[in-house]
């Protein structure tokens, strides 16, 4: 982000006085894409638009008492630059089953924000939700200015279903360690743990620890998050579902099966090796603590999760233990996190007016913060604004004080032009943008699977590997046993035909891409 944050500033300056639209659903803006949008006369005296009722959904973390007067801030902004009268509405991070029904009943709804879970496919298949490649090649210049030619990666077929909310585009797999008790049983993994090459390194580190402290767990946390339960985006590409994978996607486009590889029985059978060691949590297979809750509680020597920059920061903030991270994966760009996106509703009665507003949303600071941190002055402050993006609470505020504080940066448009919260390093998002940049990338990089004539073999697969695969990723079964019934079971289902089914239309996205 050498150039980013100078440049995205300029952009939001110039879209806070841009702004087109028109009153109807379907009809084309002015030429030229954005006109003024105060609510004084325009340019030869013309009076300007009224302003567009935009419904807007957000995810929240929680109730914050100061939830309504942040909302209001939102709305006078929007109301101020783009002309929007915004309805706000917060979901929870499990907001899935609120998002369909407010779509399948053509409720009030503009722009909305989808995740992993989310059922695109359906989604797209029902019709509920605007194709946005158009509306972007009219008025994304805030867009294009974060995401340049991956401005329409979040598409099936040619369908424009979301943005991509700004943050990594993938993450590696990584063990996150505790260095005090790395210490206390004299082991040495190295600067940033560079003795450590492979998963079966930790082998003799889990022996020395266990040693030393045989009270503590060793390696646990949720039951989702081991090296052979998690593989979205790992090291492979597994284009928008588990059944047929890319196993080398950056050079390899055959579809094949991931639990059918080596690198797969691998890690099942040392982490099988673990938990007979009794370094494995014991009731892992089924445990929803996550590893940062049992670090924190002091429970917890190690656990698996998804690492990127600054991890052994974030994680020490989180943990209150200076942590060590061993990325045992490399990041590699693929649909997993292109899954979390903006999108605009079907229901929008404007959709162009709201792809105006959500343009405006990824070039505007202000507005992210609002969302993010609240209302600066009252929930937080620059501790140097002069100087860097650093952010605190202000003087004599914490976080048990504080009125609004939702720390999701992930899950905002644009969370690179937001503050940074003290602790994390003041170049963080210079350094996020380069690892996006440098990222390899999966060659199905912009594809996703439409499953929807598969979609009762797709949740038969899902119920046997709900059978299956928790057992084997935490070591609680024996792989030698399990996994042959595993893919047995998988083939029995119906994985051959969703294989093909995937080879195919990767093979014709392909052909089509590269004439």
Not at 58 to 71: F, H, T, W
Not at 284 to 301: C, E, I, K, P
Not at 455 to 482: F, H, I, M, Q, W
Request: hydrophobic share 40%.
């Amino acid at each position: 982000m050498k150039k980013r944050i100078l440049a995205f500033l300029l952009t939001a300056v110039m879209a806070a006085s841009a702004f087109a639209g028109c009153s109807s659903k379907g009809e084309s803006a002015p030429e030229g894409g954005q006109a003024g949008s105060s609510g004084a006369a325009g340019a030869g005296g013309e009076a300007a638009e009224e302003p567009y009722d935009l419904t807007f959904m957000y995810i929240v973390g929680g109730d914050y008492p100061d939830q309504a007067e942040v909302e209001q801030a939102m709305k006078d902004l929007a109301l101020a630059e783009v002309n929007v009268n915004l309805n706000i509405v917060t979901v929870p991070s499990s907001y899935e089953n609120q998002l369909m029904l407010m779509l399948s009943s053509n409720e009030a709804l503009d722009v909305c924000p989808l995740g992993v879970q989310s059922n695109v496919v359906s989604y797209v298949a029902n019709g509920y939700l605007e194709d946005l490649g158009p509306l972007l090649d009219k008025y994304a210049k805030n867009i294009k200015e974060v995401y340049g030619d991956e401005m329409k990666i979040a598409s099936m077929g040619d369908f424009v279903y979301a943005i991509p909310m700004n943050k990594e585009r993938d993450y590696a797999g990584g063990i996150i360690m505790r260095k005090d008790i790395l210490d206390g049983a004299g082991v040495d993994v190295g600067e940033n743990a560079e003795k450590l090459k492979t998963l079966s390194d930790l082998t003799p580190v889990f022996a020395a620890v266990h040693e030393k402290y045989p009270d503590m767990t060793v390696f646990g946390g949720d039951y989702a998050y081991t090296p052979a339960s998690i593989h979205y985006g790992r090291s492979i590409d597994n284009l928008g579902s588990e059944f047929g994978v890319l196993l080398d996607p950056v050079n390899d486009s055959t579809v094949s099966n991931w639990y059918e590889s080596d690198k797969y029985r691998e890690r099942v059978e040392l982490m099988r090796e673990w938990y007979l060691a009794g370094y494995v949590q014991k009731d892992l297979a089924t445990s929803t603590d996550s590893g940062t809750t049992q670090m924190r509680a002091g429970n917890l020597f190690c656990d698996f999760d998804l690492v990127k920059p600054y991890r052994d920061v974030e994680a020490e903030q989180a943990t209150g233990f200076e942590c060590v991270v061993f990325n045992i994966d490399e990041p590699i760009k693929n649909m997993g996190t292109v899954l979390d996106g903006w999108s605009i509703a079907h229901n929008s009665k404007d959709p162009e007016r709201a792809m105006q507003f959500l343009d405006w949303v990824y070039g505007s600071a202000e507005f992210n913060n609002l969302m993010n941190w609240g209302i600066e002055g009252k929930h937080f402050v620059y501790t140097n604004k002069a100087e860097n993006n650093l952010i605190a609470f202000p003087e004599g505020i914490n976080m048990d004080t504080v009125g609004y504080h939702q720390n999701r940066g992930w899950e905002i448009p644009n969370q690179f032009l937001a503050g940074i919260w003290e602790g994390n390093p003041a170049d963080l998002w210079d350094v996020m943008t380069e690892y996006n940049s440098t990222m390899k990338k999966s060659l199905a990089y912009g594809f996703l699977f439409n499953g929807v004539e598969f979609e009762t073999e797709l949740a038969t697969l899902n119920s046997v590997r709900e059978k299956y695969v928790y057992a084997l990723g935490s070591g609680s079964v024996d792989p030698a046993t399990e996994l042959p019934k595993f893919n047995e079971e998988l083939y029995a289902a119906g994985l051959e035909k969703i294989m093909q089914a995937k080879q195919e239309q990767l093979d014709a996205w392909l052909a089509k891409k590269q004439g």
